[in-house]
């Protein structure tokens, strides 16, 4: 059986592409609006299915994305379309974002804190994780209220855990080690 080629591949393909004809920020506007088009599961399963012939998926994308959406991204379409790999596109989008942060010399970040932080304080920790790593980083923010307080910052390897729960988890360790 052959290997389909995994997400990032095809976010490599497209990116060399996209550099090449110097439109990066066409391509992820357009992968974009497309993801965003695709969600609905139905779509998927009816461009993924086997038994759905190229040519009725392609003239899908084709009613669906012709005017809003240049020809290249739909060429992307109908081959991930003919391998029956739509669901890819998130993966293919996420990776093709990661590799033009990169490009611009941005890092891709995660905070996850307690309660929702504000524009002001993301932009806080984003400036102090930028002095710590000496790169710009971009900053996905959610919300988890199991850590109880703090944050957690994922930058690449890195991992800058200020939660209240992994302290709460410390003291007790360090008690239960000087008692037992």
Do not use: C
Request: net charge neutral.
């Amino acid at each position: 059986m052959a290997r389909r080629p995994s997400a990032k591949r095809y976010a490599e393909a497209i990116f060399e592409l996209a550099v090449e004809e110097q439109n990066l920020e066409g391509w992820a506007d357009d992968l974009t609006n497309v993801a965003q088009q695709l969600e609905s599961q139905e779509l998927v399963a009816l461009l993924d299915a086997p038994h759905v012939p190229i040519t009725r998926k392609q003239k899908i994308l084709n009613d669906l994305f012709s005017t809003t959406v240049k020809a290249r991204p739909i060429n992307l379409l109908s081959l991930l379309a003919s391998r029956n790999s739509i669901r890819l596109l998130p993966m293919v989008l996420n990776e093709f974002e990661r590799m033009v942060y990169a490009h611009k010399g941005v890092v891709l970040g995660e905070i996850v804190s307690a309660i929702r932080l504000d524009k002001t304080e993301l932009e806080s920790i984003g400036n102090q994780l930028k002095n710590l790593i000496g790169s710009e980083v971009k900053l996905d923010a959610r919300v988890d209220p199991g850590i109880l307080g703090g944050f957690i910052a994922r930058v690449g390897d890195k991992i800058l855990d200020g939660s209240a729960k992994t302290k709460l988890d410390q003291m007790r360790y360090s008690l239960i080690g000087r008692t037992g």
